[in-house]
């Protein structure tokens, strides 16, 4: 998991917020967030990287992180990268 700092994510009103994405994937934008929902934060971070579209259903979340979705972005707005293999094909 990598994390980076940003100056804004335009959800004053949600408190705490944070997106995870990866290429290929939905981003989500996810608020609701405290210290004490960090551990099932990185539990959440995990499902995510497991899953093959980014979609972690709301029954495999943890349960206090069931009011953190604030919003989601499709992948077709930054697909993932070309492998090698593709770009060689005629």
């Known amino acids: 998991v990598d994390i980076k700092p940003v100056e804004c994510l335009a959800a004053c009103n949600q408190g705490c917020?944070?997106?995870?994405?990866?290429p290929g994937?939905?981003?989500?934008?996810?608020?609701h967030l405290g210290?004490?929902?960090?551990q099932?934060?990185?539990?959440?971070?995990?499902?995510?990287a497991g899953s093959k579209k980014g979609t972690v259903m709301p029954s495999r979340r943890p349960a206090s992180l069931s009011n953190m979705v604030l919003g989601r972005v499709p992948a077709v707005l930054y697909p993932a990268p070309i492998s090698q293999e593709q770009d060689e094909k005629p």
């Open 17 to 22: 917020t944070a997106a995870i994405a990866m």
């Open 25 to 31: 994937r939905w981003t989500w934008l996810l608020g």
């Open 35 to 38: 210290p004490e929902k960090a």
């Open 40 to 48: 099932d934060l990185l539990t959440y971070a995990g499902l995510y």
